[in-house]
């Protein structure tokens, strides 16, 4: 929204983080993990997924911001509004549709997110796709009532946060369309 010298190269970096497939990084994000110990925790997946997804939501986020036009904006500044306050009482609540679509897209885009957690976590710390993936079936077969019941799960949470955002998620979704 404010001009920052070379904006265009550092959005451009922020999204070329999205180019490099996530597993071809695996390998010194596991040793800086070891380092950190932080290898085989929740903790060391939230902050993976959340850098992982922060470009993800810059760029989508940029986008619903520069929809909201500027004289909202500028007429707070006369009203006599700080620059802090302009944002948090004009902008913020405007970008409401945008926050929950980022939301929503990064919240999937983490929960589905099946590599970083193999390679990263082996005991504790399992996530929802590797525990699937270790499963093993015996000599009737695979347990279908646990398939069954970890699906159920899995779900569950998406579906809950997804209808709490649904108000703003057609707006969110259709964002960026011609208008006829």
Known sequence: RYRIPGAKDWLFFVLSTRFLPPLAV??????MYRE??????LAGLVILYTAFNLSLAVWLMKGFIDEIPKAYEEAALVDGYSRFAAFRKIILPRARTGMAV???FCLISAWNEYGFAQSLNYSKGVTVPVYFAGLQGNIRGLPWPQIAAGALVYVVPIVVF???VRKHLLR???FGTVKA
């Open 102 to 104: 980022t939301a929503v």
């Open 36 to 41: 950190f110990e932080l290898q085989n925790t």
């Open 172 to 174: 969110g979704v259709t």
């Open 26 to 31: 695996v390998v010194p994000i596991f040793l």
């Open 162 to 164: 997804t209808v709490l």
